[in-house]
C-alpha cells in the first residue's frame, strides 16, 4: 500500500515557477512508478509527467514538455515536478499518483495510488 500527499501548489503569476512535492509512505515506493495529473475546472483529468521506479526515464505531456521537470528522490520516498515559466492555462489542481510497476506510463488506468491533490492557480 502507498500513500501520497502532495504540497507545494499556490499562486503565481505568469512566467513564475513552482515545486510540487508528492510525499509517499509505503516500502514499496522505490519499486513504483509514478505519475502527476492535472485538472482544470470543466475539464478531464490529464497527464502531465511520469518517471520510472529508478528515474532514468521520464515522459512528458506536450504541453509542458521543456518547462516542467518530474524527478524523484527514493531515499526521501518523494517526488517532484519543477514548473517553471507556467501559463495560465496550467491552473488546476495537481495529483500525484503511483503504479505497482517499475516502469512509467501515461494512462491514468495505470495508475493504483493517488494523492488528494494541490491546487495551482497562475494569474496573468
Known amino acids: 500500500q502507498v500513500q501520497l500527499v502532495e504540497s507545494g501548489g499556490g499562486l503565481v503569476q505568469a512566467g513564475g515557477s513552482l515545486r510540487l512535492s508528492c510525499a509517499a509512505s509505503g516500502r514499496t515506493f522505490s519499486n513504483s512508478a509514478m505519475g502527476w495529473f492535472r485538472q482544470a475546472p470543466g475539464k478531464e483529468r490529464e497527464f502531465v509527467a511520469a518517471i520510472d521506479w529508478s528515474g532514468s526515464s521520464t515522459y512528458y505531456a506536450d504541453s509542458v514538455k521543456g518547462r516542467f521537470t518530474i524527478s524523484r528522490d527514493n531515499a526521501k520516498i518523494t517526488g517532484y515536478l519543477q514548473m517553471n515559466s507556467l501559463k495560465p492555462e496550467d491552473t488546476a489542481v495537481y495529483y500525484c499518483?503511483?503504479?505497482?510497476?517499475?516502469?512509467?506510463?501515461?494512462?491514468?488506468?495505470?495508475?493504483?495510488?493517488w494523492g488528494q491533490g494541490t491546487q495551482v492557480t497562475v494569474s496573468s
Open positions: 499518483a503511483a503504479r505497482k510497476s517499475l516502469y512509467a506510463s501515461r494512462w491514468q488506468r495505470d495508475f493504483d495510488y
